[in-house]
C-alpha cells in the first residue's frame, strides 16, 4: 500500500463548477500537506499549504485537512479552463522527504 | 533569475548508453532533489542533497548516479541506461525541509531509452 494515494482521474467539468480533489494516506506522522499543480509538459509549482488539520482559503481555492481520517482535500469554486493541469497532493512529517500522491488530470471544459 | 534550470530538454539514448542531467539554481538554496514522473506512479524521488559535497538516496536509486560539487549544480547520471529508465526527470529545490519545504521545479527533461 502507498503512503499517500490519489484517484488519478482523469477528471472532467464544466466551466463554473465546483473541483473537489482529494489525497488519503496512512502515515499518521504527516503535518506538513500541500497541493501542486502542473501545467502540461512543465514541472510542479506549489499551490497550497496546510500546517495540520483545518481549512485554508485563498481566492477559488480551498485546502481541507482532516488529520482524524488521514484525508485531505483541495476544492476549486468557479472553475475556469485555464485551471485544466494536474493536480498533486505531497506531504511530510516534520524534517523529512516530501511524499507525493500520483496526480489527477483535471480537464474544465468553456 | 532563471530559478531552476535543466539541460536538455529531451533526449534519446540506445540501451546502454550514459548520460548526465544537468541541474542548476540561482535561488541559493541548500537542498536539491532528482525525481521521475512516470504515468500513474506521481514523483518518485531518486537521490537528494542537503548541502555542496553530499549526496543521499532516495525512493528509486538504482541504476543512477548523482553528484553536488558546486551548490549551485546537482548532476544526474546513468551509467548504462536501459528502457526502464525512459521517463520525465524533474529537478527540485528547497531552503530546507519540513516547515520550510516549499520545493521549486525545473521544466523536466525527457529521456526516452530504445
Known amino acids: 500500500q502507498k503512503e499517500v494515494e490519489q484517484d488519478p482521474g482523469p477528471l472532467s467539468v464544466p466551466e463554473g463548477a465546483i473541483v473537489s480533489l482529494n489525497c488519503t494516506y496512512s502515515n499518521s506522522a504527516f503535518q506538513y500537506f500541500m497541493w501542486y499543480r502542473q501545467y502540461s509538459r512543465k514541472g510542479p509549482e506549489l499551490l497550497m499549504y496546510t500546517y495540520s488539520s483545518g481549512n485554508k482559503e485563498d481566492g477559488r481555492f480551498t485546502a481541507q485537512v482532516d488529520k482524524s481520517s488521514k484525508y485531505i482535500s483541495l476544492f476549486i469554486r468557479d472553475s475556469q479552463p485555464s485551471d485544466s493541469a494536474t493536480y498533486l497532493c505531497?506531504?511530510?512529517?516534520?524534517?523529512?522527504?516530501?511524499?507525493f500522491g500520483q496526480g489527477t488530470r483535471l480537464t474544465i471544459n468553456p | 533569475n532563471a530559478g531552476v534550470t535543466q539541460t536538455p530538454k529531451f533526449r534519446v539514448l540506445k540501451t546502454g548508453q550514459s548520460m548526465t542531467l544537468l541541474c542548476a539554481q540561482d535561488m541559493n538554496h541548500e537542498y536539491m532533489y532528482w525525481y521521475r514522473q512516470d504515468p500513474g506512479m506521481g514523483l518518485r524521488l531518486i537521490h537528494y542533497s542537503v548541502g555542496e559535497g553530499t549526496t543521499a538516496k532516495g525512493e528509486v536509486p538504482d541504476g543512477y548516479n548523482v553528484s553536488r560539487l558546486k551548490k549551485q549544480n546537482f548532476l544526474l547520471g546513468l551509467e548504462s541506461a536501459a528502457p526502464s529508465q525512459t521517463s520525465v526527470y524533474f529537478c527540485a529545490t528547497s531552503w530546507g525541509q519540513g516547515a520550510s519545504n516549499e520545493q521549486f521545479f525545473g521544466p523536466g527533461t525527457r529521456l526516452t531509452v530504445l
Open positions: 505531497a506531504m511530510s512529517a516534520g524534517a523529512q522527504k516530501l511524499v
